[in-house]
């Protein structure tokens, strides 16, 4: 059984996202404090799509940032890098470590916004 989740694919997607880096990081900067500006503006009169469109800014900011330490994560992997056998056996064990917290971090932004406007405008 080959395994498509490992640290070496992700260490590919890393590497073909790494132009993206920067940007996303700045990005994930101005939906925080756009957020932060829109949260000072929200009162109880307030309609419901503008606070939905609040907080699906600070979900897509999140979202952004975990993007963005995924690259800087697996861009580079140290377990490439070195020669000792000791230390590449201690480094694919973080690494390892590393994609299956990424495996679950990734998704996790926009599953918790689906299931909070599901819980909430739901019946």
Do not use: D, H
């Not at 939905?52 to 800087?72: D, Q, R």
């Amino acid at each position: 059984m080959k395994l498509s989740i490992t640290p070496q694919t992700f260490n590919y997607i890393a590497i073909t996202l790494a132009r993206f880096k920067w940007p996303l990081l700045s990005w994930s900067s101005f939906l925080f404090i756009l957020f932060l500006l829109l949260q000072s503006q929200i009162n109880y009169s307030t309609p419901t799509p503008l606070v939905w469109l609040a907080i699906f800014i600070l979900f897509m900011a999140i979202e952004s940032l975990v993007i963005c330490a995924f690259i800087f994560f697996f861009q580079v992997l140290p377990s490439t890098q070195e020669m000792n056998q000791q230390w590449v056996r201690f480094y694919r064990v973080i690494e390892w470590c590393e994609t299956l917290l990424f495996t679950l971090l990734i998704p996790l932004p926009f599953i918790l916004y689906c299931f909070a406007f599901i819980r909430l405008n739901g019946s």
